[in-house]
C-alpha cells in the first residue's frame, strides 16, 4: 500500500503543473471563442470545412461525449457527415489539457504527434463518409432546436442528446433546461451568445476560471481520479519491463491496445498518466499511442449519434478509420520516432518526490485540494439525482447536466 501511494504522489508531483495549465488554456478558450465563428467555418460540405472540422476541434475542451450535442448541433445547422464526424474525431483525441501533460510524460514529439493524427484521422473519416453519403441525404429538421440542453452549441437532435451523458434518459421540459427557455444565456455556460462579445476582460476571465476549473474539472474529475489511480496501481504492481518481455514490441501489443482502446470510456487527459505507467512497464510508446488514439475517440454515446445522425455506413467508417489510423501511427511511431521519446523516469520522479517542496509540490497539493472538492461536487450532484440530497443543484457542475442524466464531461 505504500508503495501504491508513493507512486501516486509521483505521478502527481509531475502531471499537477501541467494539468493547472491545461484547465487554464481550456477556460481561456471557452471565454473567448464565440459560438458564431465555429458554425461560420464548419458548417457545409467539401474539402475545407472538413480540414477545418478537424484542426479546430483540437483545442476545443471536449471528450468523446460532450462533443455529441456541439456535432450534432453543427449537423443541423448544416455541417455536412464528413465534417461533424472529423469534428467528432479529432476534438476528443487530443485537447489543451492533454498536450501539455503528454509533453511532460512523453516529451514534445509524442505530444505534437497525437494532435497531427488526430487531425489526419478526422480528415481520412470526413472525406470517406461525405464520399460514400447520398447528397439528399441531410439532417432532420428539428421543429424547437432548443428544446434540450446541449453544451457550446445550443442546437441539436433530441434523440441523439438524449443517448448522451449530457441530457437525461428523457428529454427535459424546455423550462428546465440549462441551454433553453425564455431566460438570458449571457450568463449560461451551455451556449455562447452574442452577448459575450460585449464582455469585459475581468467577465472573460472569471468565465474561464469558472468553466476550466470549474465545469471542465467537474466533468473530469472521476475519470482523471480512475486514471491517476490506474497509473498508480500499475505502476506499484507490475515490475519494470514486464509488459515487453511478455507481450514483445511487434503488432501483438498495438493490437492489444486497440481492442481495448475503442471499447474503453476514456478521456485524452486521463489516460495519459496510464499510458506512461504502461510504457514504464515495457509497453512500446507506439502501442501506447495507439491506445490514446482510439480510446478518447470512441464510446457507447457516440456511436449511438453516429448512427442515428451519420448512418450506420457511416459508423462503419468511423470506427475502422479510427482504427486503422490508430493502428498505423503506432507502427510508424515506432519504426521512425521511438528513439525520440522522452519518459519521465520513474526512479528520477521517485528521488525528486522524497526530496524538498518546490513547485511542483505545491501543485500537486492544489490539484489534489481542487479534485476533492470537484469530486465532492459531484457526489452532491448525484446525490441530488437520487433524491438524496437537497433539492437545490450546485450551479458549478456539468454544464448540461439535468434531474436525471450526467454532465456533459467524461463522466
Request: charged fraction near 15%.
Amino acid at each position: 500500500m505504500e508503495r501504491f501511494f508513493e507512486e501516486l504522489w509521483m505521478i502527481l508531483v509531475e502531471s499537477s503543473v501541467w494539468l493547472l495549465v491545461g484547465f487554464a488554456i481550456a477556460g481561456a478558450v471557452h471565454a473567448v471563442v464565440p459560438r458564431e465563428w465555429m458554425l461560420k467555418h464548419l458548417s457545409g460540405g467539401g474539402f475545407w470545412p472538413i480540414a477545418k472540422a478537424s484542426m479546430l476541434g483540437i483545442p476545443l475542451p471536449l471528450c468523446s461525449c460532450s462533443v455529441i450535442p456541439v456535432a450534432a448541433g453543427l449537423r443541423d445547422r448544416g455541417a455536412s457527415k464528413g465534417a461533424s464526424a472529423a469534428f467528432a474525431i479529432s476534438t476528443p483525441q487530443t485537447g489543451e489539457e492533454s498536450i501539455p501533460i503528454t509533453w511532460a510524460l512523453f516529451g514534445p514529439v509524442y505530444a505534437l504527434t497525437r494532435p497531427v493524427v488526430a487531425v489526419v484521422t478526422g480528415l481520412i473519416a470526413g472525406l470517406l463518409i461525405d464520399a460514400t453519403s447520398r447528397e439528399d441525404d441531410g439532417p432532420e429538421t428539428i421543429e424547437d432546436p432548443n428544446a434540450v440542453g446541449l453544451s457550446i452549441v445550443n442546437a441539436g437532435d433530441a434523440d441523439a442528446a438524449a443517448k448522451s451523458c449530457c441530457s437525461s434518459g428523457s428529454p427535459a421540459p424546455a423550462k428546465t433546461s440549462c441551454c433553453s427557455g425564455d431566460t438570458p444565456r449571457g450568463s449560461s455556460c451551455c451556449a455562447d451568445t452574442p452577448a459575450r462579445a460585449h464582455t469585459t476582460l475581468g467577465e472573460k476571465i472569471k468565465i474561464g476560471l469558472k468553466h476550466g476549473f470549474g465545469t471542465m474539472l467537474i466533468d473530469l474529475a472521476i475519470w482523471l481520479a480512475v486514471g491517476l489511480v490506474l497509473a498508480a496501481l500499475i505502476g506499484a504492481l507490475v515490475p519494470e519491463d514486464w509488459i515487453g518481455e511478455h507481450l514483445g514490441s511487434g503488432i501483438a501489443p498495438k493490437l492489444l491496445m486497440l481492442l481495448v482502446g475503442i471499447p474503453l470510456y476514456v478521456c485524452a487527459t486521463s489516460s495519459t498518466p496510464l499510458a506512461w505507467s504502461l510504457v514504464a512497464a515495457g509497453l512500446s510508446p507506439g502501442a501506447a499511442l495507439v491506445m490514446l488514439l482510439s480510446g478518447p475517440a470512441t464510446n457507447v454515446a457516440t456511436m449511438s449519434w453516429v448512427i442515428k445522425d451519420l448512418g450506420i455506413r457511416a459508423l462503419v467508417i468511423y470506427l475502422s478509420v479510427i482504427g486503422a489510423v490508430a493502428l498505423g501511427a503506432g507502427i510508424v511511431f515506432d519504426a521512425a520516432l521511438g528513439r525520440f521519446v522522452e519518459i519521465a523516469d520513474s526512479a528520477a520522479l521517485h528521488e525528486h518526490a522524497a526530496h524538498g517542496f518546490g513547485v511542483k509540490e505545491a501543485a500537486a497539493v492544489v490539484f489534489v485540494v481542487l479534485m476533492a472538492w470537484a469530486l465532492g461536487m459531484k457526489a452532491r450532484a448525484w446525490m441530488n439525482r437520487k433524491g438524496w440530497g437537497t433539492t437545490e443543484k450546485p450551479t458549478t457542475g456539468g454544464c448540461c447536466s439535468s434531474s436525471g442524466g450526467g454532465s456533459c464531461g467524461c463522466s
